[in-house]
Structure formats: C-alpha cells, structure tokens
C-alpha cells in the first residue's frame, strides 16, 4: 500500500481548473519530485496534499485512508509536513521562536527530541537559536523552513520550491540534507524547477504540463534523456556554462545519492 495516493484528483480555484486527473503515488522512504514550468501546478498540488486547497474531485489517500476532507492541521497531527514556497518563515522572530511553532502539533517530549534532530542536522541553526531570523541569508531561511517543518515530526515532508532564491553553494547543501532526511526515514515529495538537481537525488519524478501529468518515470532515465530534458524540462535552451553548471551540480548531488563522497 503507498503511503500516499492521489486518485483522479481535480484542483481548481472556482471555475478554473489547475490540475486536471493527478494519479499519483508515494512510497514510503522515497523521494518523489515534481517537475514542471511556472505554472505548470506543482505548488497547488502541494497545497492540495496539505489541505491547503481543498479538491474539486478525486480522493487523496495517507496509508489507504481518505484525507482530503481533513484541515491542514489535522493532516499535520496525521504526518504531513509542508514547507511552502517563499518560505514564510516568521522573520521577526527568533530560530528558537519558529521552531517551537513548528512543533506544536506534536508532545513536549517529542518537540524536544525534535529539536535535537534538527539542532544535528542543521548546526549553523543550532548555534545562533537566539537571533532573528529576519537577518539570516535565503539559504538559511531555507534551512529554517525545512527544519521548523521537521519539528512535526512528519511522514511525508512536502517540499515546494526549496532551491528558489537561493545561492548555488547553498542549494547543493540543501539538496543533500534533503537526502540525508529520507536515510533517517522521512518521505518526501519535492517540487523544484531544478530539474537536475531534484533527479539526481529522487527515485521517481512526474512532470507537470497544462495542469496534467505528462509523464513519470524512474528518476534515472528522466535525467538521462535528452528528449524529454528538451521538450518537458526547458532544459534547450540553456547557456553552455549554466548547462556545465548544472550538471557539476547534478554529479555532486548523485555523489551523495549513492556514496560516492
């Protein structure tokens, strides 16, 4: 049984349709990225998952039981974590002061381990818990943001958009601290403009085009073909050293995926 179903699921926002038939699975301890141009509806998805966005048909399933009737805090008590684009973090506030919202769905006891989790993972966020995190660079308010949706102690982490605006030194450390969270079991579901990078260290991916999935397949062979790096991943039309860029980026990130580092 996947952990996660989409069945059919139509999303809307009245009477115009964003998503449009999204079958879609999510096994656990994988990590599934969703592929797409701006618009192509991988942020509504998520917000779908999250309870965010309610649907307009089809059924969202977590371990065989329908949710999509759930509120999103209801889906975060049930493990589903979102960190959303932009990360929205609340920059007046301290490291310390976000990360004890992130954890309010879940026990004192298990905030606090939480907090240990995350304080290992994410030392520079550890060592500067009193500062605001308004000062912080875009690559650290990413971090926050991943690390306070850590703080649920989830099943499934929906990542949206987590490379945005951030540095390219930054975003390779993302990307393996994305890997690391699903060696310490957490399911994730990345969507990410990135495509290199998001298939580099993703076991499936599903591209987005129109409001529909167009197509999905083992992460491996999306990155490795040409035609559909072309025709889904506007991937043509890249600068010879942006293209040389990336993919330093994706052996750097496949280094990590299988050991090789």
Known sequence: MPLLELK?????????????????????????????????GKSTLAK??????????????????????????????????????GRQ????????????????????????????????LFPVLRERMNDIAGNFSGGQQQMLAIARGLMAKPKILLLDEPSLGVAPLLVAEIFRLIVALR????????????????LSIADRGYVFENGRITLSGVAKDLL???????????MSGTTEASDAAGAALAAKLRGVMFGAE
């Open 183 to 198: 060696q310490q079991g957490i399911t994730i579901l990345l969507a990410e403009q990135n495509a290199k990078a998001a």
């Open 48 to 85: 779908a998952v999250s309870g965010l966005l309610r649907p307009q048909a089809g059924s969202i399933l977590l371990e065989g039981e329908a949710i999509e009737t759930l509120s999103p805090a209801m889906r975060l008590q049930r493990g589903i974590a979102h960190v959303p684009e």
């Open 89 to 120: 973090i609340f920059a007046g506030m301290t490291v310390a002061e976000n990360l004890a919202l992130g954890g309010y769905a879940v026990s004192k006891a298990d905030a606090a381990a939480q907090l240990e989790t995350v304080g290992s």
């Open 224 to 234: 490795e073909s040409k035609e559909i790096a072309e025709r889904y991943l506007g």
């Open 8 to 40: 059919s699921l139509a999303i809307g926002y009245g009477h115009h349709r964003v998503l449009e038939d999204i079958n879609l699975t999510l096994q656990r301890g994988e990590i599934v990225t969703l592929l797409g141009a701006n618009g192509a």
